[in-house]
């Protein structure tokens, strides 16, 4: 879509190697933001957490302004910088794989105690990467295990097994990122934190993968030990 002002054309929305990581939120737009408290109660406490500058006028008046002209489901991205700035770009939501989705699992670990795990910055590559493989390979994300042995996360989602009457999702101390869909699973009551392995993952009726931007969808891992190397930047999460 056309870049107004304080959007940017997603080819521009580009990060200064040098800069401070900007913080990101990816938001659903379908004839109105879903989520958008939570979306916004994230990223001011990331801000305030990180020192980034926080005026939500300003994050309000860039996600209106960044609204499309066109009905349909569509992908807002924003980026807050350390500075207060605030950049948007919209694109349509492509379409995903039918359910159950395929997902990977990679070779490469993440340290649990990474305090980046905590918030959603412009600090992951190694995502990035994977979100390169998992379009190459037609996989719905590439999941990632900590040093622990024990499932994280996936480069753009979190991780759900059902078992009983409830989800389990890894919790933030295994190295997940407080995500807004599983922020309102856990509170809703419908899932808890609990421990994941990657045994768990080859139950094909149990597995869940889940992100705002495309809601709670059924998974199936199609492949391990998965090599990500840090090569390229992509999107989303």
């Not at 995502?127 to 998992?134: E, G, K, M, P």
């Not at 900590?146 to 759900?160: D, H, K, L, T, Y």
């Amino acid at each position: 879509m056309t870049a107004r002002h304080g959007c940017q054309d997603p080819h521009e929305l580009g990060t200064d190697p040098d800069a401070p990581p900007a913080l990101i939120e990816t938001l659903r737009y379908e004839e109105g933001y879903a989520r958008l408290e939570r979306h916004l109660a994230r990223l001011r406490a990331s801000a305030q957490t990180l020192g980034h500058r926080y005026a939500e006028p300003d994050v309000r008046r860039a996600l209106a302004e960044a609204v499309p002209d066109a009905p349909g489901v569509w992908r807002v991205r924003l980026e807050l910088r350390a500075d207060g700035e605030v950049r948007c770009q919209t694109r349509r939501l492509e379409a995903g794989p039918p359910e159950p989705v395929p997902v990977a699992l990679a070779r490469e670990r993440i340290a649990a105690d990474d305090p980046w795990r905590r918030h959603k910055t412009t600090h992951r590559q190694v995502y990035d990467t994977a979100t390169t493989v998992a379009r190459r390979y037609g996989w719905a994300d590439v999941l990632f295990m900590n040093q622990r042995g024990q499932v994280a996360e996936g480069a753009i989602s979190n991780v759900f097994m059902t078992r009983g009457a409830h989800l389990i999702t890894p919790p933030v101390s295994a190295g997940a990122l407080p995500g807004v869909l599983r922020a309102d699973l856990l509170v809703e009551g419908r899932a808890v934190a609990g421990e994941v392995t990657p045994a768990d993952l080859r139950d094909g009726a149990a597995l869940w993968i889940g992100n705002a931007l495309r809601g709670l969808r059924r998974a199936r891992l199609v492949a391990t030990d998965v090599e990500v190397r840090e090569q390229g930047n992509a999107r989303e999460r």
